[in-house]
Structures are given as structure tokens and as C-alpha cells.
């Protein structure tokens, strides 16, 4: 031990002063997650406001745990909710149980169910981190309607499908951006 | 030099052949089909249109397998499902030859190409034998870039199926299933080559426009349901079921069909606490794999949002039914029983539809609690002449001993009296054009018209005048010689239905000819529950096993078994259900126990109604509000099959073991609320749980006691003895009315059920030309009580016969009329309704 060494402590204190700070300011500046980051979900939505989650319940097979509940309804002609027959009539997620593995964004064949940065899923009442629909559901943006409404961008469900991306440059999302995306961004 | 050992010689037994399949050497029985060969074997070779219970049709392909007969390999790869074994032949599955696996695969492609990718929207998803076998069989990446042909859909072929075409594989199990099972060929195929596609008559005049037209004829069956069933993809789907859950949602529940007597076996599924759907159990010996509509998709009953879940007690001020607790509710019953039953007497009405274990809590109940013989099953046309034929040729016969659905099969002859077996046992109609189709069994029908189930078990009618029947029956031997002779013949069978209480006479004709002719006799009654309650004793005149309540040695069994007193138990015979309404009207009885009866079933609703008003005190174990509960003092809640366990006896007197599908639901069966009252009033029942119910009727149940030879001889009550009375007749403006109830009608079970309802034969009343006369195309059908109007369809009625359908929509028959079969009503031309 040399007579040095208690200086040197402060050496090293003294010399972080000069370095780039690390820490974050949460929650009062708050802390953007990686883009990629698997926070809450979202339900996304066509480009003229239709649910794109036809209720099929993959993501709820999917999940290991356990964590979501899926009902399909069936389309009515005067209450349509979905391009096609089927839509998801109840849909919730459990954040108690969602491990955010991401496999229910996987599963889901018509990439309604995708997932945002929003990470602040805690509460002090366990009911109230059972999200519902109307929690899930993306936020209409300019251009969609609030269903129930008749399919506008087709004549059926395919016409949804099969032209997606172009039916979205249509509605004003830039190139190189997909409905989600945008969407995202708008919550954010 | 060493020596191959010697392959020890498998003898082929007579009727066999040897053949190799994989390799392995296999014995199998002439004419099996070599997709059943390898599936012994553990071989699965893919399949769609096979189906063990049809005719193989070879239509999908996909059972492609390599086959050398002779040393000589066939040119190209054969369908395992149509080709039956031969001495020599080898065979190759997928496993073993590289040829059959790509023959399947390119079947598998060729069958998706125009295959919709549906999967995620569609009701088979999960439990799809295509979905599952492209996963198994398939390749991984499809080579069709073209656009998929594809049809408007869904298509409404009934208001209850759904055709999806695009989705279809035309395997053809659907239009077999309705040509040789069911006989309604509704749906068919219809175009030819890559336009080909199932359909029914109306969807052949629009094609491409199809999916708009739900009007015209329907795809109108009563087991329409099997063919949703057994689809191997999506194509066929149901409305009720639509959308409902997947597969990997739901519960799955061994269970029995509730509504008629033939007991089949189900599959509930439910989720979350609520019945999803139901389909057809396998059970060979009884249903095989077919369920009827009825026993399919009636279940919503249950939760219909008017069901009474808390026990109800009537205010003595305000005469209004006010909730209460068990603890109130059932006070309150045991004081007003106890006072009914030491003042003039109290009775129990237990209504058809009860467990075995419910119904035998009912007859306990009557006997140890309320100790009368005044009980009786019976909410409907009832006689005394059934009663005694019930104790002498029911009581105590089972598939060891009595008829079967095996029996009925392959039976020569089957008589069916007074019994519409489609709409009143539709397994057993299944059964009856299963043998008439497969072994030439006669059917011959005592009834009126040649309604759809005489034509479709090729059968032959013998009409008479409704009331007729006895004397038709006591005729055959001088009228019909041949059927006589028939009738002797070893093991033909005469079934006969709950109409039959109708009719005087008709039991004692039948079970004359029975010793006469030596003809096994079997009744079916049209409830689920009536048979299990004869035999625990839910009768004014038998103790449960069929003891006769008059025989004091069987009283004293009963007695020391429920540990009662000697001669606690009463030795007369009670009253039956007529017998109760009267005596409550005239005031000779205070209290009445009333379990699950509608009053207009009953042969007479007025005095139904009259005798609950007057009754002193009325209990109702009750799901619904009805009739009953209108004037009950209490009304105690009690559990549907789906939230109990139990079991049914069917008409074969087969044991129906079914356990608890929702549990936790805190509905109480019946015979746990009758414990729980019967403690209240001093009486102890010991049948707190259906087990316990059973374990204590086990002791009292007829064992053993019969042969094969002795089986329709149980002589525990004097044989029927009623003189056949002759038919009534019609005089000018009248007509004597036939009348017997649709499968799918106003039932209580058949509530909440829109799509169900969709699929009801249509409400007319039938008769012949000559009678239909001068009407002009509607009648009203009236008696002093009211009348009946609907359009008239002429059949091959006798002249002066009006047939009316018993309690469908526009047509209740007792509620309305307040006559039953056999009555002479007043027939005049009706104005458009």
C-alpha cells in the first residue's frame, strides 16, 4: 500500500467528472426504449380505420403464458368491424402474465397484433393490467373511421390484403412506412 | 453351413388372406380395405374421404399406396380405401415406398391449389385433418402462382349449415352421409371437373349468386349436424358454432344426450364455464358415431337469461315470488309438505327428464317424506293399462336381455306401432335404415301417412285410424298373414312409442302378440328420463326394481333397505298424474312436488292448471319459469345435465353414465335439494350426491334375476287386460286427429335456439284428397276448447283423419285443442292465417 493510494481514490472520481454522463432522468425526462424494444401491444388498424384482428386466436395459442384471451365474432352487414366473416369481438391481454416474448406478434397472420416502446405497465390494481380491446386498439388516425362501417378500400377482404401497401400510400403513410409504424409514431 | 431357422407356418384361418404390407407379413380378414390393414398394423395412411361408417367412395386420393399383386406391381399407385385385401398382395405405404409418399404429396398440392388460406379464420383451424396432414404429408412451399379459384361464401345451405366451397376438398363425405346414413340427399354434387362442387338444389339455379339465396328448400335434415362433423376441412361449418372458440380453448367432457331415449353418447365442450358446442360421441353400441340435431345443438337451454338460480318463496301478502335463501326457501317447502302431507296428503309429479338418480330421489322422496304412493313420471297421455304393461314387460329388461339397437339392426322384421321413430328416437331411425339398407330388415310401420321415416327405411305403412292401432295390431294374423309369419321369425322386434298410452287396448294387443308370435317387444318412450324412472319406481304402482307396491314381501325389502319401520311404506297403490290433478281440484289432496313438467304437456292442461291453483301448496324444483312455477309456493333451482353427473337408462335399459361437465357452478341436482328437504321434514333420503343416489338404488336395482329366454316375461304386475276399443268416428264436418310431435318444436329445450329452429319440418297439418275436399287449401282444425289453423299438405291419410304436428309453432295440439290422438275434432275450411 503506497502513500499515494487514498488520493488515487479520489483520482478516479475526480476524472469521471469529465465523462459523458450515463444516468437517465426517469421519469421526469423519461427514457425512449430500443426501437425494436417488445413493450405493450397493439391492435393495429386498416388505412380507412377496420380492425385488422380477425380474432383467429393464434397469438392466445401461441402464448406460453397464458396471457391472452381471444373471442371471434362474426362481420354482419350492418355491423362490420373487419374486412372478411370474422373479427375479434373480446380481446385482452394480462400484463400480469405477458412475459413480452413476442411470439403472439409472430403468430398473428394479418400483423394486427404488434408491439410499441410503451414500457410503464405497472399499477397498484391487478384488474387494471388486464387490457381490453379498447385499450389495445391503435388510435384512429387522419383518414380512419371509428368501426362499425362498411369496407371502403374494397369490395372484400382480399382487396385489403393483397393491396395493403399501396392502400396505405393511398391514405398519406410515406414510403418505406407501414401502418404500424406510423402508428406508432402517433402514440409515441 | 449354418440354416436360415424355419419361419414357424402361420396358418390362415377360413375367411383370411396373407398379404405383406411394409413388409410385415398380415393376416386380415377377406374384403378389409387396406387402409384398415395398415392402420392395424399402426401404419396411418393419409386420408379424407375414407370414413368407416360409408361407403368408400375413393374420391380424395390422398390414400395412394404401392401394390403388387401376383409378383406384378400395378402401373401406378391405388387407392388404399376402395381396394380390399387378396392372398399375396404387397403393399407399400409411405413409409416404405418413396413411389406412394410422392404420389401423396402431389395429391396433397394438387388438393390445396384452391385451398383458401382460410386456416386463421376458419372453425376447423386446430382440428383440421387437411391442415394437419399438409403439415404431415404436405410440402413445405406451393408451387401454384395462379389466382385461386374462389366462390362467394358463406353459403347458408339451412339457417344451421354453412358451405364454404372454396374450402371444399370434394371428398364426398357430406353427400354420402345424407344419401346412405340420413337419407335426405339434399346436398349433392353438382358441375362437373374443376366447376365441380357440393350444393343443394337452390344453389344449382344461381351458382356464383348463390350466397344470396337462403330462401327456397333448405338443406332440411335432422342430422345435419354429423355431416358439419365429419368434414375433414372447413367446408361445412355450423351457425350456432360459428367463431365461438378453437379447439385448444375448450374443455372437453364425455357426456349423454339429454332430450330423447335413445342416450347417445356426446362430447361437450365448453369454455369458460359455458357449453361451446356438442358433437357426436363414439359409442358402436348405441349411437355409433351419429348424434341428431337435436342432441347436438339444443344446449343453450341452460343459460337462457330467464333461468332461476336463487330459490324463489311466494309472499303471503303480496302473492309475489320474492328471492330467498336455500335455508328460508327449504324451511318454508318442509313446513308446507309436512302440513300438506298430515292433513289430506301430498302427491309428486316428477316429469320425464330426470337422471336416473333424480328420478329415484323423486320416488324416495314420495315414499319416506311425504309417505304416499303418489307419484308418477308420466306428463303426458298416460293409462293405467301402461302402467301395468310398464311393470310387466319394461321393468327390469336391459341390453343383456331385452332389444337393443344391435337387435333392431339386424332384426328380419321390425314392427313399429304408434312410434314415429324419427322424430321421436332419431338413433333409432338411424338404426332401423342401417339394417333396412344393409341386411334387408322389413320395417313395417302401424301409423297413419307415410311420413319421410317409413319411406326412408323402406318401409311399408299399414294406416289406420288414430285409435285404431289395437285393433290393426290384433288384426295382423287374419289381415296380414305374411307379416304374421314374419313376426315369428327369430328375433323380429315390435317397437312401440309413448302414443301408444293413446289408445286403448294397443299394450294388451301387443303383448298378445307377442306370446303369440314370440316377436320381442321393446317400448321407446320420447323422454330421456322416462325410462330410468320406471325402473326406480316413480310410479303410483312399483317401488323401485320394479317391485310391486300391493306385494308386501317386495315392501318389506324396500322397507328394511331405506332402514324404515315395518309397514312404513303404504300399501296401495297411489294415484297417477291424472288421478293427482283430479283429487287436488276436488280438495282430496293439500301439497304437490312438482319437478320439471310443462302443464300443457299433460293429457289435460286446463285441469292441470285448475289443480295447481287449487292445490294448497305447490313446490317447484324448476330451471325456467313455466307453468308450475306461476302457482308454486317455492321454487327451488336446480341444475341442467351439463352442471350435474348422472346417468339416463335408455330405451334398451342401458345404463348412461355421464360425469359433470361445469363444475363449480353452484347449481344443485335434484336429488340433492329432495335430500336436503327431506332432512328439513325428518325424512332421510341419503342422496346428497347423484353417487350417493346411485349407491342406494344399487341396492334395490333388479340384478341378475333374468336370461336371455325369460327376458319378456317379468311378471312382477298382472299383464295388461284391455279390451281394444273401436276408433272413434267422425261425424259430417269432423275428423278423428292423429297427432304426434316434430323432432324440432316449442320443446323446452329447444329455447335460445334460432338456427336449430331454422331447420323444424314445416308446421301443416296433412290429410287425404277426399278429406281436404272443399277446404280450400287451409283448414282450422277446432275443438270446444279452441282451434287451429294451418295449410293443409295431402298425404295417405285414411279419409276422415286430420294429422296435426303436436306442439310446434301455430300447432299445440294439448294446449290448444286439449285433445290428443285419437280425438275427434271439428275440421272446416280456415282463412289465411
Same mark, same amino acid.
Given at each position: 500500500?503506497?502513500?499515494?493510494?487514498?488520493?488515487?481514490?479520489?483520482?478516479?472520481?475526480?476524472?469521471?467528472?469529465?465523462?459523458?454522463?450515463?444516468?437517465?432522468?426517469?421519469?421526469?425526462?423519461?427514457?425512449?426504449?430500443?426501437?425494436?424494444?417488445?413493450?405493450?401491444?397493439?391492435?393495429?388498424?386498416?388505412?380507412?380505420?377496420?380492425?385488422?384482428?380477425?380474432?383467429?386466436?393464434?397469438?392466445?395459442?401461441?402464448?406460453?403464458?397464458?396471457?391472452?384471451?381471444?373471442?371471434?365474432?362474426?362481420?354482419?352487414?350492418?355491423?362490420?368491424?373487419?374486412?372478411?366473416?370474422?373479427?375479434?369481438?373480446?380481446?385482452?391481454?394480462?400484463?400480469?402474465?405477458?412475459?413480452?416474448?413476442?411470439?403472439?406478434?409472430?403468430?398473428?397472420?394479418?400483423?394486427?397484433?404488434?408491439?410499441?416502446?410503451?414500457?410503464?405497465?405497472?399499477?397498484?390494481?391487478?384488474?387494471?393490467?388486464?387490457?381490453?380491446?379498447?385499450?389495445?386498439?391503435?388510435?384512429?388516425?387522419?383518414?380512419?373511421?371509428?368501426?362499425?362501417?362498411?369496407?371502403?378500400?374494397?369490395?372484400?377482404?382480399?382487396?385489403?390484403?393483397?393491396?395493403?401497401?399501396?392502400?396505405?400510400?393511398?391514405?398519406?403513410?410515406?414510403?418505406?412506412?407501414?401502418?404500424?409504424?406510423?402508428?406508432?409514431?402517433?402514440?409515441? | 453351413?449354418?440354416?436360415?431357422?424355419?419361419?414357424?407356418?402361420?396358418?390362415?384361418?377360413?375367411?383370411?388372406?396373407?398379404?405383406?404390407?411394409?413388409?410385415?407379413?398380415?393376416?386380415?380378414?377377406?374384403?378389409?380395405?387396406?387402409?384398415?390393414?395398415?392402420?392395424?398394423?399402426?401404419?396411418?395412411?393419409?386420408?379424407?374421404?375414407?370414413?368407416?361408417?360409408?361407403?368408400?367412395?375413393?374420391?380424395?386420393?390422398?390414400?395412394?399406396?404401392?401394390?403388387?399383386?401376383?409378383?406384378?406391381?400395378?402401373?401406378?399407385?391405388?387407392?388404399?380405401?376402395?381396394?380390399?385385401?387378396?392372398?399375396?398382395?404387397?403393399?407399400?405405404?409411405?413409409?416404405?415406398?418413396?413411389?406412394?409418399?410422392?404420389?401423396?404429396?402431389?395429391?396433397?398440392?394438387?388438393?390445396?391449389?384452391?385451398?383458401?388460406?382460410?386456416?386463421?379464420?376458419?372453425?376447423?383451424?386446430?382440428?383440421?385433418?387437411?391442415?394437419?396432414?399438409?403439415?404431415?404429408?404436405?410440402?413445405?412451399?406451393?408451387?401454384?402462382?395462379?389466382?385461386?379459384?374462389?366462390?362467394?361464401?358463406?353459403?347458408?345451405?339451412?339457417?344451421?349449415?354453412?358451405?364454404?366451397?372454396?374450402?371444399?376438398?370434394?371428398?364426398?363425405?357430406?353427400?354420402?352421409?345424407?344419401?346412405?346414413?340420413?337419407?335426405?340427399?339434399?346436398?349433392?354434387?353438382?358441375?362437373?371437373?374443376?366447376?365441380?362442387?357440393?350444393?343443394?338444389?337452390?344453389?344449382?339455379?344461381?351458382?356464383?349468386?348463390?350466397?344470396?339465396?337462403?330462401?327456397?328448400?333448405?338443406?332440411?335434415?335432422?342430422?345435419?349436424?354429423?355431416?358439419?362433423?365429419?368434414?375433414?376441412?372447413?367446408?361445412?361449418?355450423?351457425?350456432?358454432?360459428?367463431?365461438?372458440?378453437?379447439?385448444?380453448?375448450?374443455?372437453?367432457?364425455?357426456?349423454?344426450?339429454?332430450?330423447?331415449?335413445?342416450?347417445?353418447?356426446?362430447?361437450?365442450?365448453?369454455?369458460?364455464?359455458?357449453?361451446?358446442?356438442?358433437?357426436?360421441?363414439?359409442?358402436?353400441?348405441?349411437?355409433?358415431?351419429?348424434?341428431?340435431?337435436?342432441?347436438?345443438?339444443?344446449?343453450?337451454?341452460?343459460?337462457?337469461?330467464?333461468?332461476?338460480?336463487?330459490?324463489?318463496?311466494?309472499?303471503?301478502?303480496?302473492?309475489?315470488?320474492?328471492?330467498?335463501?336455500?335455508?328460508?326457501?327449504?324451511?318454508?317447502?318442509?313446513?308446507?309438505?309436512?302440513?300438506?302431507?298430515?292433513?289430506?296428503?301430498?302427491?309428486?309429479?316428477?316429469?320425464?327428464?330426470?337422471?336416473?338418480?333424480?328420478?329415484?330421489?323423486?320416488?324416495?322422496?314420495?315414499?319416506?317424506? /311425504?309417505?304416499?304412493?303418489?307419484?308418477?313420471?308420466?306428463?303426458?297421455?298416460?293409462?293405467?293399462?301402461?302402467?301395468?304393461?310398464?311393470?310387466?314387460?319394461?321393468?327390469?329388461?336391459?341390453?343383456?336381455?331385452?332389444?337393443?339397437?344391435?337387435?333392431?339392426?339386424?332384426?328380419?322384421?321390425?314392427?313399429?306401432?304408434?312410434?314415429?321413430?324419427?322424430?321421436?328416437?332419431?338413433?333409432?331411425?338411424?338404426?332401423?335404415?342401417?339394417?333396412?339398407?344393409?341386411?334387408?330388415?322389413?320395417?313395417?310401420?302401424?301409423?297413419?301417412?307415410?311420413?319421410?321415416?317409413?319411406?326412408?327405411?323402406?318401409?311399408?305403412?299399414?294406416?289406420?285410424?288414430?285409435?285404431?292401432?289395437?285393433?290393426?295390431?290384433?288384426?295382423?294374423?287374419?289381415?296380414?298373414?305374411?307379416?304374421?309369419?314374419?313376426?315369428?321369425?327369430?328375433?323380429?322386434?315390435?317397437?312401440?312409442?309413448?302414443?301408444?298410452?293413446?289408445?286403448?287396448?294397443?299394450?294388451?294387443?301387443?303383448?298378445?302378440?307377442?306370446?303369440?308370435?314370440?316377436?320381442?317387444?321393446?317400448?321407446?318412450?320420447?323422454?330421456?328420463?322416462?325410462?330410468?324412472?320406471?325402473?326406480?319406481?316413480?310410479?303410483?304402482?312399483?317401488?323401485?326394481?320394479?317391485?310391486?307396491?300391493?306385494?308386501?314381501?317386495?315392501?318389506?325389502?324396500?322397507?328394511?333397505?331405506?332402514?324404515?319401520?315395518?309397514?312404513?311404506?303404504?300399501?296401495?297403490?297411489?294415484?297417477?298424474?291424472?288421478?293427482?290433478?283430479?283429487?287436488?281440484?276436488?280438495?282430496?289432496?293439500?301439497? /304437490?312436488?312438482?319437478?320439471?313438467?310443462?302443464?300443457?304437456?299433460?293429457?289435460?292442461?286446463?285441469?292441470?292448471?285448475?289443480?295447481?291453483?287449487?292445490?294448497?301448496?305447490?313446490?317447484?324444483?324448476?330451471?325456467?319459469?313455466?307453468?308450475?312455477?306461476?302457482?308454486?309456493?317455492?321454487? /327451488?333451482?336446480?341444475?341442467?345435465?351439463?352442471?350435474?353427473?348422472?346417468?339416463?337408462?335408455?330405451?334398451?335399459?342401458?345404463?348412461?353414465?355421464?360425469?359433470?361437465?361445469?363444475?363449480?357452478?353452484?347449481?344443485?341436482?335434484?336429488?340433492?335439494?329432495?335430500?336436503?328437504?327431506?332432512?328439513?321434514?325428518?325424512?332421510?333420503?341419503?342422496?346428497?350426491?347423484?353417487?350417493?343416489?346411485?349407491?342406494?338404488?344399487?341396492?334395490?336395482?333388479?340384478?341378475?334375476?333374468?336370461?336371455?329366454?325369460?327376458?319378456?316375461?317379468?311378471?312382477?304386475?298382472?299383464?295388461?287386460?284391455?279390451?281394444?276399443?273401436?276408433?272413434?268416428?267422425?261425424?259430417?264436418?269432423?275428423?278423428?286427429?292423429?297427432?304426434?310431435?316434430?323432432?324440432?318444436?316449442?320443446?323446452?329445450?329447444?329455447?335460445?335456439?334460432?338456427?336449430?329452429?331454422?331447420?323444424?319440418?314445416?308446421?301443416?297439418?296433412?290429410?287425404?284428397?277426399?278429406?281436404?275436399?272443399?277446404?280450400?287449401?287451409?283448414?282450422?282444425?277446432?275443438?270446444?276448447?279452441?282451434?287451429?289453423?294451418?295449410?293443409?299438405?295431402?298425404?295417405?291419410?285414411?279419409?276422415?283423419?286430420?294429422?296435426?304436428?303436436?306442439?310446434?309453432?301455430?300447432?299445440?295440439?294439448?294446449?290448444?285443442?286439449?285433445?290428443?290422438?285419437?280425438?275427434?275434432?271439428?275440421?272446416?275450411?280456415?282463412?289465411?292465417?
Amino acid at each position: 500500500m503506497g502513500i499515494f493510494d487514498p488520493v488515487k481514490g479520489f483520482g478516479v472520481t475526480f476524472g469521471m467528472m469529465f465523462k459523458k454522463v450515463i444516468t437517465e432522468e426517469y421519469p421526469e425526462i423519461g427514457a425512449p426504449a430500443a426501437p425494436r424494444y417488445h413493450g405493450r401491444h397493439q391492435l393495429n388498424r386498416h388505412p380507412d380505420g377496420l380492425e385488422k384482428c380477425v380474432g383467429c386466436e393464434l397469438c392466445a395459442w401461441a402464448c406460453p403464458a397464458d396471457a391472452i384471451f381471444v373471442e371471434g365474432g362474426d362481420n354482419t352487414e350492418d355491423e362490420r368491424f373487419s374486412p372478411g366473416e370474422r373479427y375479434g369481438m373480446d380481446y385482452q391481454i394480462n400484463y400480469l402474465r405477458c412475459i413480452g416474448c413476442g411470439l403472439c406478434v409472430e403468430a398473428c397472420p394479418t400483423r394486427s397484433l404488434t408491439m410499441i416502446n410503451f414500457y410503464e405497465l405497472a399499477d397498484d390494481d391487478r384488474q387494471k393490467l388486464i387490457y381490453t380491446k379498447e385499450d389495445l386498439l391503435a388510435p384512429l388516425l387522419p383518414g380512419m373511421e371509428q368501426p362499425p362501417h362498411p369496407m371502403r378500400l374494397g369490395d372484400d377482404e382480399q382487396d385489403y390484403y393483397v393491396n395493403g401497401p399501396e392502400l396505405a400510400r393511398g391514405r398519406g403513410v410515406p414510403s418505406g412506412e407501414t401502418v404500424e409504424t406510423s402508428e406508432e409514431k402517433a402514440v409515441q | 453351413m449354418t440354416m436360415a431357422p424355419e419361419e414357424p407356418k402361420v396358418e390362415v384361418p377360413e375367411g383370411h388372406v396373407k398379404l405383406t404390407v411394409d413388409g410385415e407379413e398380415v393376416i386380415a380378414p377377406k374384403g378389409e380395405l387396406l387402409i384398415r390393414t395398415a392402420e392395424r398394423l399402426g401404419t396411418v395412411v393419409p386420408r379424407f374421404c375414407d370414413h368407416p361408417l360409408l361407403d368408400p367412395a375413393g374420391a380424395c386420393r390422398q390414400c395412394l399406396v404401392e401394390v403388387e399383386m401376383g409378383g406384378r406391381p400395378m402401373p401406378k399407385p391405388q387407392a388404399s380405401c376402395t381396394m380390399t385385401v387378396a392372398d399375396g398382395m404387397v403393399v407399400k405405404t409411405q413409409r416404405t415406398s418413396p413411389v406412394a409418399d410422392k404420389a401423396q404429396q402431389g395429391v396433397m398440392e394438387l388438393l390445396l391449389i384452391n385451398h383458401p388460406l382460410d386456416c386463421p379464420i376458419c372453425d376447423k383451424g386446430g382440428e383440421c385433418p387437411l391442415q394437419n396432414q399438409a403439415m404431415a404429408h404436405g410440402r413445405p412451399e406451393s408451387r401454384f402462382r395462379d389466382k385461386k379459384r374462389t366462390f362467394p361464401k358463406p353459403l347458408p345451405i339451412s339457417t344451421q349449415v354453412l358451405l364454404d366451397r372454396e374450402r371444399c376438398v370434394l371428398c364426398q363425405r357430406c353427400t354420402r352421409f345424407s344419401a346412405q346414413i340420413a337419407g335426405d340427399p339434399f346436398i349433392e354434387l353438382l358441375e362437373r371437373g374443376a366447376h365441380q362442387q357440393i350444393g343443394t338444389a337452390e344453389t344449382a339455379d344461381v351458382l356464383d349468386m348463390a350466397s344470396r339465396t337462403s330462401s327456397g328448400k333448405p338443406f332440411q335434415s335432422y342430422f345435419s349436424g354429423n355431416t358439419i362433423q365429419i368434414c375433414p376441412v372447413g367446408a361445412l361449418t355450423s351457425a350456432q358454432y360459428r367463431f365461438r372458440s378453437r379447439p385448444f380453448d375448450l374443455v372437453s367432457s364425455p357426456s349423454v344426450c339429454e332430450h330423447c331415449s335413445s342416450g347417445c353418447a356426446e362430447r361437450t365442450d365448453f369454455r369458460r364455464g359455458k357449453v361451446m358446442r356438442k358433437l357426436a360421441g363414439e359409442d358402436p353400441e348405441v349411437n355409433e358415431e351419429w348424434v341428431c340435431d337435436k342432441g347436438r345443438f339444443a344446449f343453450r337451454y341452460a343459460t337462457a337469461s330467464d333461468r332461476i338460480r336463487t330459490p324463489l318463496v311466494r309472499n303471503a301478502e303480496t302473492g309475489e315470488l320474492e328471492e330467498a335463501s336455500w335455508t328460508q326457501a327449504l324451511r318454508a317447502a318442509a313446513e308446507g309438505l309436512a302440513k300438506a302431507r298430515d292433513g289430506k296428503g301430498a302427491a309428486v309429479l316428477s316429469g320425464g327428464r330426470s337422471t336416473v338418480e333424480d328420478a329415484y330421489s323423486y320416488a324416495k322422496f314420495a315414499r319416506v317424506a /311425504l309417505r304416499t304412493n303418489d307419484i308418477d313420471f308420466r306428463a303426458r297421455a298416460h293409462s293405467a293399462e301402461e302402467l301395468d304393461f310398464l311393470g310387466s314387460r319394461v321393468v327390469g329388461t336391459g341390453p343383456e336381455n331385452g332389444v337393443t339397437f344391435h337387435a333392431l339392426e339386424h332384426a328380419p322384421l321390425v314392427l313399429c306401432v304408434a312410434f314415429e321413430p324419427e322424430e321421436e328416437a332419431p338413433a333409432v331411425f338411424l338404426r332401423l335404415r342401417k339394417g333396412a339398407r344393409n341386411r334387408g330388415t322389413q320395417v313395417v310401420h302401424i301409423g297413419q301417412w307415410t311420413t319421410p321415416a317409413v319411406d326412408r327405411t323402406f318401409g311399408e305403412l299399414l294406416a289406420c285410424v288414430p285409435g285404431a292401432e289395437a285393433s290393426a295390431v290384433e288384426g295382423i294374423a287374419q289381415h296380414a298373414p305374411d307379416l304374421d309369419e314374419s313376426l315369428r321369425a327369430e328375433g323380429a322386434v315390435v317397437l312401440v312409442g309413448e302414443r301408444a298410452a293413446e289408445v286403448p287396448g294397443l299394450f294388451t294387443a301387443l303383448h298378445r302378440l307377442a306370446e303369440r308370435t314370440g316377436a320381442r317387444l321393446a317400448w321407446i318412450p320420447r323422454r330421456a328420463g322416462e325410462r330410468g324412472a320406471v325402473e326406480v319406481g316413480a310410479l303410483p304402482t312399483l317401488l323401485p326394481g320394479g317391485r310391486a307396491v300391493t306385494d308386501a314381501a317386495a315392501r318389506t325389502e324396500v322397507e328394511q333397505v331405506w332402514g324404515l319401520a315395518e309397514g312404513a311404506l303404504p300399501a296401495e297403490p297411489g294415484r297417477d298424474t291424472t288421478g293427482i290433478l283430479t283429487a287436488l281440484v276436488a280438495g282430496e289432496l293439500d301439497g /304437490l312436488v312438482v319437478g320439471g313438467v310443462d302443464p300443457n304437456d299433460l293429457p289435460d292442461p286446463a285441469l292441470a292448471r285448475e289443480a295447481l291453483a287449487a292445490a294448497g301448496f305447490v313446490v317447484s324444483l324448476e330451471m325456467r319459469p313455466s307453468g308450475v312455477t306461476d302457482h308454486a309456493d317455492v321454487v /327451488l333451482p336446480i341444475a341442467p345435465v351439463d352442471e350435474k353427473a348422472g346417468s339416463f337408462l335408455n330405451w334398451e335399459g342401458r345404463h348412461r353414465e355421464f360425469p359433470v361437465s361445469l363444475e363449480g357452478t353452484g347449481a344443485l341436482p335434484d336429488c340433492r335439494v329432495l335430500d336436503t328437504l327431506g332432512v328439513e321434514m325428518d325424512a332421510d333420503l341419503f342422496t346428497q350426491t347423484p353417487a350417493a343416489a346411485a349407491g342406494d338404488f344399487a341396492r334395490l336395482a333388479v340384478k341378475g334375476t333374468f336370461t336371455a329366454s325369460d327376458a319378456v316375461k317379468v311378471p312382477f304386475t298382472a299383464a295388461p287386460d284391455v279390451p281394444h276399443q273401436q276408433a272413434a268416428t267422425p261425424g259430417a264436418g269432423q275428423a278423428v286427429l292423429a297427432t304426434w310431435r316434430q323432432l324440432i318444436d316449442d320443446g323446452s329445450l329447444l329455447i335460445d335456439e334460432p338456427h336449430l329452429a331454422g331447420t323444424a319440418r314445416a308446421v301443416v297439418a296433412r290429410m287425404s284428397a277426399a278429406t281436404a275436399e272443399g277446404l280450400g287449401g287451409h283448414v282450422t282444425v277446432s275443438t270446444d276448447r279452441g282451434s287451429i289453423s294451418l295449410p293443409i299438405v295431402v298425404a295417405d291419410l285414411p279419409d276422415g283423419v286430420v294429422w296435426l304436428p303436436g306442439n310446434s309453432p301455430g300447432s299445440k295440439v294439448r294446449a290448444t285443442l286439449g285433445a290428443g290422438h285419437g280425438s275427434v275434432v271439428s275440421i272446416a275450411a280456415g282463412g289465411a292465417r
